[in-house]
Every structure is written in C-alpha cells, then in structure tokens.
C-alpha cells in the first residue's frame, strides 16, 4: 500500500505565503507525476500544479506566477511555494501521486487526504 501525508496548511493573510508537503512512503517503485490539486466549498476539484519525474511542471493559468511546485525524488516528497495568497485560493488542497510498483508496471493513482488553507483577514 502507499501513504500520503500532507502537512503546511493554515490560515493566512491575503498576501501571504504558505508552503504545503506531501511525503508518499509504501510499496514504491518510482513515482511518475506528483501534484496538487485543490477544492473549495460548494466547487469541483482543479489541478493547481503537477511536475514530472524529469522535474517537468504544468501550472492553473490562475496560480501561474504565484505558486511554484517542486520535488524531492529521494524523499518521495513534493512541494507547493504559495506566495501572494489571495481570499480565492481558500480550499482543501490534496497532493497527488502517479506511480508504478514495478519496472514497468502498472501504473497507480493515489490522493492524500488533504490540507486546508484558508486565506483571510
């Protein structure tokens, strides 16, 4: 089995930084993707950020400029650098994970269980 702990969340001011974590432990073999996503009240889950084992990254147009993803493939740890926070950023953000458990094997999805942050004066 895999595990995915997620840690960072809070509450901040609009303008502010925060700086979330996800360290995947388990039945690893090398992990394809890693990324969060992120859901606010009332909304559907959106991708914020994914970056690739080759330290590739894709970003929302709307966190673009303000947040910065990166990884750390011997921790099998993954980072979210949020600067600039705005009200609009308040969700649950949920680290993600696309791994294989075996050369070449089948790949397998797996979702932490999310941290909150919520932006507010």
């Known amino acids: 089995q895999v595990q995915l702990v997620e840690s960072g969340g809070g509450l901040v001011q609009p303008g502010g930084s925060l700086r979330l974590s996800c360290a995947a432990s388990?039945?690893?073999?090398?992990?394809?993707?890693m990324g969060w996503y992120r859901q606010a009240p009332g909304a559907e889950r959106e991708l914020v950020a994914t970056?690739?084992?080759?330290?590739?990254?894709h970003y929302a147009d709307s966190v673009k400029g303000r947040f910065a993803i990166s990884r750390d493939n011997a921790k099998n740890t993954v980072y979210l650098q949020i600067d600039s926070l705005k009200p609009e950023d308040t969700a649950v953000y949920y680290c993600?994970?696309?791994?294989?458990?075996?050369?070449?094997?089948?790949?397998?999805?797996?979702w932490g269980r999310g941290t909150q942050v919520t932006v507010s004066s």
């Open positions: 970056v690739s084992s080759g330290a590739s990254t």
């Open positions: 993600y994970v696309d791994l294989t458990k075996t050369y070449g094997g089948t790949r397998y999805n797996y």
């Open positions: 388990g039945n690893i073999f090398s992990i394809l993707v």
